[in-house]
């Protein structure tokens, strides 16, 4: 670099040919890079938003590079205001409070990157071990447990059923208040056929209704009549049916349905409908103390009066069962129950299966192999059976629980019913209760007289599992079992629902709980507020959704009804 004199002013610096050279180069890069920058802008690439930057923050873990992290914050301090005070003014105390500052998150920088940062991250799901036992797997447009009654005083005794062909539910359950036992309310919610949101409750009992209701039946056709069977305390204690062709929003005056013989009251009905929409009915009923047993009762399809057949099975001390019907390859339908009997059983204490082909025949008893297996006697403390088809097979299966020992079992035929494998064990526990007496007094309704209007509820939970409820999974070629599950030798640990399966070529349910080998079980719902759960009750048509309702025993407030949705084809899929 040279100088020359300048008599007009001072002197100024003479660039060389090379400096001037690059100084020119210098002023092309910066135009071009102004011009990438007017570019980036353009394209939205401008300052990161502070949520932008705290995102990246999150994401990588470490704070951006090139941006400050945010400051410490005074903790805000407000003078109180001057008011002109009359009188002594009160003099100042110092409390000793001292204001601190509040800290500024705590970031460690990045490494230094490229000039742009990552302003919208993409997270990437990281694949996480399922072990059990565990919160609800991931289900497929599963719906989280709600409260579905909330309702005053105790509501129980809930049952569920789907249309079988467009999904939406309707479910059924007993209100009742301690000071007016005799004041019950039968109670109905619908969910609607679109939207899937639950209507609101509508009673559908014109007269008197005690407690439980005998705990109230329900089913729906495929034309969309709702139908509802519970026991009326309006004279002489019976059963009352009531229907529904609006969706629930009106319902039919009550009617009485005739009672064979001396049987006198109703009690865990169960409700179906065949293949040719014929309404059937099975329920206990009693004629003495401590005397129970088993009626059909069946009612033509849209109409017609009903007919009934007194004590299915012999023997006496009958107080839950259940049925289906299926069609056989000649076009006679034929009818298959499932009753636990403990006194004067066709085929020893247990549960005594019968089917009846056509309508108003007699019923032929057929027995389970093995029932006394690991438990004995069997004192069985609820049933549920199902039918359904798989790769053109027919199945039909039946599980119990037992009462005041832990117990949950299982029983399927491949021959329509006439015969049965021998008993599964779905769950059993080493620790039981000591063995229970079938000449014992029968558990009563609500023995603990805490309004569940449960037989045996007390014992029955101290054992650890029961109250079984079956459910057919098409899509992995699975039959699976819902039920009631507490800590052994633990009081006042939660009841929960959970879930059991097999594949329909073996006899072995997953999880193994078989009093040896003592797997976890599998989880069917995350805790709800209590998760003292009672007396599941599932319908599923076959295909998408099943629903399932509960009780909830709230234990220092009310009893509430619950209900939830899940896939059986996701939960029947999550171990190969």
Not at 258 to 274: F, R, S, T
Not at 322 to 339: C, E, F, K, N, Q
């Amino acid at each position: 670099m040279s100088t020359h004199v300048n008599f007009c002013g001072p002197a100024r610096p003479v660039l060389s040919i090379a400096e001037n050279v690059r100084k020119r180069s210098m002023r092309v890069r910066q135009r071009v890079i102004a011009a990438i920058c007017v570019a980036l802008v353009a394209a939205g690439c401008s300052t990161p938003t502070p949520s932008q930057i705290e995102q990246t923050a999150v994401v990588l873990g470490c704070y951006p590079y090139g941006f400050p992290p945010p400051l410490a914050t005074a903790t805000a301090f407000i003078n109180p205001p001057t008011v002109p005070g009359i009188g002594m003014p009160t003099a100042t105390v110092d409390v000793g409070v001292t204001l601190t500052p509040t800290p500024a998150p705590t970031w460690t920088m990045c490494t230094p990157g490229p000039a742009t940062p990552s302003l919208t991250p993409t997270v990437r799901p990281t694949a996480t071990p399922w072990t059990r036992p565990t919160a609800q797997p991931p289900i497929t447009r599963n719906t989280p447990p709600i409260n579905l009654s909330n309702m005053a005083g105790y509501d129980v005794e809930p049952a569920v059923a789907i249309h079988p062909t467009e999904g939406w539910a309707a479910v059924v359950w007993a209100n009742w208040v301690w000071e007016f036992p005799n004041e019950a309310t039968i109670y109905v919610k619908t969910q609607g056929r679109q939207s899937k949101a639950w209507n609101p409750a509508r009673g559908v009992n014109t007269g008197a209704v005690e407690k439980g209701g005998g705990a109230p039946a329900i089913a729906i056709d495929r034309a969309g009549r709702i139908h509802v069977v519970y026991l009326s305390s309006e004279g002489p204690r019976h059963p009352a049916y009531t229907f529904s062709d609006d969706h629930g929003v009106t319902w039919s005056s009550p009617t009485a349905i005739p009672q064979p013989g001396n049987a006198a009251g109703m009690y865990y009905p169960q409700l179906w409908l065949d293949q040719s929409d014929t309404l059937h009915l099975v329920y206990t009923a009693t004629s003495c103390f401590d005397c129970f047993r088993y009626i059909h009762a069946e009612r033509p399809a849209r109409g017609g009066t009903w007919a009934s057949q007194d004590q299915i099975v012999p023997g006496e001390k009958q107080l839950f069962g259940d049925g289906t019907s299926l069609r056989l390859p000649d076009g006679t339908i034929r009818s298959i129950v499932a009753i636990g009997c403990r006194i004067g059983c066709p085929h020893g204490v247990g549960v005594a299966i019968a089917y009846r082909d056509g309508s108003g025949d007699a019923w032929i008893n057929r027995p389970i192999p093995n029932q006394n297996l690991r438990v004995s006697p069997q004192l069985v403390q609820w049933v549920d059976i199902i039918q359904f088809v798989d790769q053109g097979q027919q199945y039909v299966c039946t599980a119990w629980g037992q009462y005041a020992k832990s117990a949950t079992q299982a029983a399927c035929s491949t021959d329509n019913g006439a015969t049965w494998g021998s008993t599964e064990i779905i769950a059993h526990h080493s620790r039981t209760q000591p063995p229970g007496d079938p000449n014992a007094p029968t558990p009563t309704i609500d023995p603990a007289d805490d309004g569940s209007g449960e037989a045996g509820d007390a014992a029955v939970l101290i054992a650890g599992g029961y109250h079984p409820e079956l459910i057919y999974d098409s899509a992995n070629h699975k039959l699976l079992a819902v039920w009631v599950f507490v800590e052994l030798d633990q009081p006042g640990q939660p009841s929960t629902l959970v879930y059991s399966y097999r594949h329909l070529d073996s006899a072995t349910w997953t999880p193994v709980i078989d009093g040896s080998d003592q797997d976890p079980p599998l989880r069917l719902f995350p805790d709800t507020r209590r998760s003292a759960a009672r007396n599941p009750r599932i319908a599923h048509a076959g295909s998408g959704l099943a629903a399932v309702t509960w009780i909830e025993i709230e234990r220092d407030e009310s009893i509430e009804i619950y209900v939830g949705a899940f896939n059986p084809g996701a939960l029947a899929a999550q171990e190969k």
